[in-house]
Structure formats: structure tokens, C-alpha cells
Nanobody, 120 residues
Framework: QVQLVESGGGLVQAGGSLRLSCAAS????????MDWYRQAPGKQRELVAA???????NYADSVKGRFTISRDNARNTVYLQMNSLKPDDTAVYYC??????????????WGQGTQVTVSS
């Protein structure tokens, strides 16, 4: 089995910052893509940021210049540093991790989600 544990969400005023973390554990042999998605009430889940094992990143246009995704391959952890937060960033944020585990083969798992609320 592979477990994902997210942390770091909360309530912040507009203009503030938060840092999300997502740690993967289990019989993991390798992790490829590590992504952050978000889902606001009444909206579809959308990709916020993605990072490959080699560190290549991709961002949604709405967060470019404000959010930074990074990863620690030794700790199987992905981070999302969110600066200059806006009320439109309010959503539940989910990490998605794809890789290979010794006991289950390839996997594609979602974190439990963490609420980010930005007040105006």
C-alpha cells in the first residue's frame, strides 16, 4: 500500500501565504509525477501545478508567479508554496502522486485533501 498525507491548509487573509505538503509512504520504488489539484465549491477539479521527477514544473495560468511547486525525492514529498493568495484560490487542495511500488506495481493515488480559505 501507499499512503499520502497532506498538511498545511488553513485560513489566511488575501495577500498572505501558505505552504502545503504531501508526503508519500509505503513500499515505494519510484515516484514520477507529483501534482497539486484544487476543487472549489461547484467547480471541477483543476490542475494547479505539476512537477516531474527531474524537477520540470508546469503551472496553471491563474497561479503563475504566485505559487511554487517543489519536491524532495529523498522524502517522497511534494510542496506547494502559495504566495499573494486571493479569495479565488479558496478550494480544497489535493495532491496526486504517480509511481511504482514493490507490492502493487504502478500506482496513481490522491491525498485526502486540505482546505485553503482566503478571506478578503
Amino acid at each position: 500500500q501507499v499512503q499520502l498525507v497532506e498538511s498545511g491548509g488553513g485560513l489566511v487573509q488575501a495577500g498572505g501565504s501558505l505552504r502545503l505538503s504531501c508526503a508519500a509512504s509505503g513500499s515505494i520504488f519510484s515516484i514520477n509525477a507529483m501534482d497539486w489539484y484544487r476543487q472549489a465549491p461547484g467547480k471541477q477539479r483543476e490542475l494547479v501545478a505539476a512537477i516531474t521527477r527531474g524537477g520540470v514544473t508546469n503551472y496553471a495560468d491563474s497561479v503563475k508567479g504566485r505559487f511554487t511547486i517543489s519536491r524532495d525525492n529523498a522524502r517522497n514529498t511534494v510542496y506547494l508554496q502559495m504566495n499573494s493568495l486571493k479569495p479565488d484560490d479558496t478550494a480544497v487542495y489535493y495532491c496526486n502522486v504517480k509511481g511504482f511500488a514493490l507490492n502493487i506495481g504502478t500506482f496513481d493515488y490522491w491525498g485526502q485533501g486540505t482546505q485553503v480559505t482566503v478571506s478578503s
